[in-house]
């Protein structure tokens, strides 16, 4: 079983083992946790069971999984092109909801 979230507050999820050295968890909706700029990051834990025995969660609480807010766009420029042109276009987003540096962005 997959646990995200902090003691008390955590959600079980059925993991599905794919090889000795892979399993697959379908990740709950967000928590609600710390937020900064759009990112909610909760620990992560693998259990044989809902119980408070983990089996692995790296003893110093460093595996966490994060959460990104979609990014809400303020502006793009140019506002229009030429239909028979390639056009460099500029997105900016709003204050708090960052692109969190994505290399790529897919439209």
């Keep these: 079983m997959c646990k995200f979230g902090f003691p008390g507050k ?6 599905t083992v794919i090889n ?25 834990r693998l259990t044989f069971n809902s119980a408070e025995h983990d089996v ?18 303020q502006d793009v420029t140019p506002k229009q092109a030429f239909a028979d042109q390639v056009t460099l276009l500029t997105v900016t987003s709003a204050a708090g909801y960052d692109f969190n540096s994505s290399k790529e962005i897919l439209f």
């Design 10 to 15: 955590s959600t079980v999820v059925y993991g």
């Design 20 to 44: 000795d050295h892979m399993i697959a968890c379908a990740t709950p909706t967000a928590h609600v946790g710390p937020r900064a700029l759009g990112v909610s990051t909760v620990p992560f």
């Design 56 to 73: 692995m969660s790296l003893g110093d609480s460093s595996m966490h999984y994060s959460y990104y807010s979609h990014p809400k766009i």
